[in-house]
């Protein structure tokens, strides 16, 4: 038995877990989801940060930290806060320790472009995402999905991506990257060189697109459990 964290990503809250949860409790693991701060505007990544680790009071030291997309920025500094058995990217964002976010993402960019400008700005730091984008960069293998997921997704603050990045080095932990091959949110190509060129691992490789975690539950599931039985032999960041 293994302990999860799962860490959502951006406009998204612990809800889109559920299909995820139920599948690793069925394999014997313990998993818990948390909401982060993002409606708040004045909440960074240490914020985030504090919110998984209140979450996982209950998990045992070795818990293995699961990010998704936006979500990437988070669990690094979770590691920092406390003990974690192995962080996992899943189609996320990979932050550079003591730069800034958006420095880091004009040499490369990480998301299509259309992606990126479908959030409605609300003028506080906050956007929320149009509803008929959802299917287009969300849903589209699961479209029966789309109204659960469009009427449950939150406002998105900015902050995370708008400050320094608050470690200067990153924790001695393993890691691991999922690469979403049709993945229309984070470009595939640029997970791969995340994966390769910044955390020194392989990526493994998993069908479909941004959201396994509500279009392909049981096999997400079934590649963390993988995962979580394999001797950590990724390079530590």
Partial sequence: MSDFALVHGAYHGAWCWEPVIDELTARGHRAVAMDLPCEDPSA??????????????GLDADAIVVGHSLGGMTIPAVAAARPVGRLVFLAAIVPAP?????????????????FMVAGVD?????????????????????????????????????AVTNEVYPLAEWPSVPCAYIVCRDDRVVLPDWQRRAARDVLGV????????????????????????????????????
């Fill in 44 to 57: 960074g990544v240490e914020r985030y940060a504090a919110a998984v680790v209140d979450a996982m009071a």
């Fill in 98 to 114: 003591g730069r800034h976010f958006m420095e880091v993402a004009a040499a490369d960019p990480p998301a299509d472009p259309e």
């Fill in 122 to 158: 609300h003028g506080d730091g906050t956007s929320r995402y149009q509803p008929e984008y959802v299917e287009r960069f969300f849903t589209y293998e699961a479209p029966d999905r789309t109204e659960w997921v469009a009427a449950r997704l939150r406002r998105q603050s900015w």
């Fill in 202 to 237: 392989e990526p493994i490789e998993l069908d479909g697109g941004h959201e396994p975690m509500i279009a392909r539950p049981a096999e997400l599931a079934s590649l963390l459990d993988q995962i979580a039985v394999q001797p950590p032999s990724t390079t530590s960041v």
